[in-house]
């Protein structure tokens, strides 16, 4: 696994998260990432420490990116989406503008639509384009749709998933 960064914004470019990941797997528009419990991780809400696994795809084509995350035993957690801008990267540093709507599809089935109101707040402060927020609001229907019609990666199949050398 290689090491990269992952450095995401605020639509004003103001820091959101910034984090170090290894990367499990790269492709021409998708790059997949994982981070271990205790990365160091700094955030709009100051530092911290993380405290799950994560497994991240990042898609250059798509306006939202995935974490699955499990607890630090392995116990699978959730299935976050942020809605975003699509992601760039290069050698060293993934990027994308998460936009505070966010999708949780949590282990016990639930599908929730989350910071609604941070998207509102941000939507007026930020300027979001009206295209931009069309945009948004699609893709956030479009992960719950995925989700319920059990579409990869949406279909829990990456709860099995374990970095290269854990069993």
Known sequence: MRPMQVSSTKYDGSLHYRYAISVVRSEPNLLVSYTRPGTPVESYRGSMVASRHSLSFYWSDRPYNLTVNWASDWRPLSHYINVATPATWDDQVVHFI?????????????????????????????????????????????VRDLIIRRIYPFDGSLYAWRPDGIA
């Open 98 to 142: 998460d936009l505070d709507l966010d999708v949780i599809w949590r282990q016990d089935d639930i599908i929730i639509l989350d910071d609604e109101d941070e998207f509102e707040l941000h939507r007026i402060r930020f300027g979001y384009p009206s295209e931009l927020v069309t945009e948004s609001w699609r893709s956030s229907s479009e």
